[in-house]
């Protein structure tokens, strides 16, 4: 069976640059690998085909003969710089020259081909609990953070003083090692730095090798008016340092209002129940209602007014945390029936109850209803 030409394997014309013929196998590699396309059983064999063809064009003597002879350059002992292409330890070969583009995001890989980098510090939790009046107006607030913060002694290197990090003699100084298993070539964290590229001859008697220590941190936190239970603050690089002079890991704020004695919040609207008495109810009038600034308000409460009636007090409610206006403040009427009465206000009652004709239609409306289901159940029986 006659083998496709290289460059049409590849996808390339016969003058194509190795730069050109690099990136066409890296497309055709990330396209065909077998891992890439469990359901396509030919992907294996389309793949190990374009590994021979760049194995072939990657090589400028194996090209110059693969150009002269084509794939008779490659048998018969005709020789052209190497052999037989395509063999087990080719694979490898070629591969490996876009293991890491392919596959280096995916396995932590060191972009690019440099020393690995270190390690970014923890991100960290801080549970903030603030009044509804400090999340109404907004506070800076100074709190302690216990975390771990680079070390002073060794500038976060791990290394005692006069002496530095030495590169790793196992995977020299990348981080990761590469083992051979069968088709594939697996890559590894390296088990003698722990993927730092560099051991620590000589440890810092103050962290220990380690390059950071636990100390407390005070920091001064800017909470904006108008935050709510669940609120997220992050302060960037106010996290844990990372390990061996890495970058610091975020800080995470959480906001908890705390509940209030009189308001109750919803998104950014207040409501407040506020009690008015029978008689300022029945006869209308003007009362007084707190606000969250620390203000008042006056209300005017229509004669009839029932409990539960509900009044709007606009702009009176929490700020909207990103600025653009103020929630509302909503007042709910509590009607309070009087207790403790004495023998002459229980005589006024008696005398107001009997004069009364059409002062209760809500009463006078659910006893007519009543009325008639009863009518209605008894013509049943």
């Not at 705390?258 to 009038?285: K, W, Y």
């Amino acid at each position: 069976m006659s083998k496709r030409d290289y460059y049409e394997t590849l996808g390339v014309s016969k003058g194509a640059t190795a730069e050109e013929i690099k990136k066409a196998y890296r497309r055709k590699a990330k396209e065909l690998h077998p891992d890439r396309n469990a359901d396509n059983p030919a992907s294996e064999g389309l793949f190990k085909e374009a590994n021979e063809a760049y194995e072939v064009l990657k090589d400028s003597n194996k090209k110059a003969a693969y150009d002269r002879y084509g794939h008779a350059a490659f048998e018969g002992g005709m020789g052209g710089g190497g052999g037989r292409p395509g063999g087990q330890g080719d694979f490898s070969s070629a591969f490996s020259d876009v293991f890491d583009d392919l596959f280096g995001d995916f396995m932590g890989g060191r972009g690019g081909g440099g020393r690995q980098r270190a390690a970014r510090g923890a991100d960290l939790r801080y549970n903030m609990r603030v009044t509804l009046e400090e999340a109404f107006g907004g506070l800076q607030k100074t709190i302690n953070v216990p975390t771990a913060v680079s070390c002073t002694s060794c500038s976060g290197t791990g290394a005692a003083s006069g002496s530095k990090p030495a590169t790793c003699g196992t995977c020299s100084g990348m981080g990761k090692v590469r083992a051979q298993q069968g088709f594939f070539t697996v890559e590894r964290t390296c088990p003698s730095c722990s993927g730092a590229g560099q051991v620590i001859q000589n440890p810092c008697s103050s962290c220990h090798g380690a390059g950071r220590v636990e100390k407390d941190r005070a920091l001064s936190v800017n909470i904006p008016a108008g935050v709510e239970t669940g609120t997220r603050i992050r302060l960037s690089g106010e996290g844990e340092a990372g390990a061996r002079g890495g970058p610091q890991g975020d800080l995470y704020i959480f906001i908890e209002v705390e509940d209030h004695q009189i308001f109750e919040r919803e998104g950014n609207n207040l409501f407040c129940n506020v009690p008015v008495s029978m008689t300022s109810a029945a006869l209308g009038g003007d009362i007084e209602v707190p606000n969250i600034d620390g203000g008042r308000s006056r209300v005017k409460i229509p004669s009839g007014s029932q409990s539960g009636r509900q009044m709007r007090l606009r702009s009176k409610g929490m700020p909207f945390v990103r600025g653009g206006g103020v929630g509302d403040m909503f007042i709910e009427l509590q009607v309070e029936t009087p207790v403790n009465l004495t023998a002459r206000q229980k005589e006024i009652l008696k005398e107001f109850e009997a004069l009364s004709t059409d002062n209760s239609p809500e009463s006078q409306g659910f006893f007519k209803k009543v009325k008639r289901f009863w009518d209605g159940v008894k013509g049943q029986e």
